[in-house]
């Protein structure tokens, strides 16, 4: 599964593709081709009482994007 969000590259201003599958969640740059993820384990800590709580973690894959841009410059 994978969608367009909201969200734009820092560096290109492309719109951020969420890809989900096999229980990892990934954020990435079709332009760039950067890209973070991260597993099950870690979106499970973003819910309670089993609603996940989107918007925050997307916020938190969106800053992990982030930062692994700024690293890379
Ligand atoms: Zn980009």
Excluded: N
């Excluded at 384990?41 to 709580?53: I, K, Q």
């Excluded at 973690?57 to 692994?68: D, I, T």
């Amino acid at each position: 599964m994978w969608f367009e969000t909201t969200y734009r590259c820092p560096r290109c201003g492309s719109p951020l593709v969420y890809i989900e599958r096999r229980g990892s969640a990934a954020l990435r740059c079709p332009a760039c081709g950067v890209r973070v993820w991260t597993d099950a384990r870690t979106a499970a800590r973003f819910a309670s009482g089993g609603r996940l709580e989107w918007q925050r973690f997307m916020e938190l894959l969106y800053a992990a994007y982030a930062y692994r841009l700024a690293m890379k410059a």
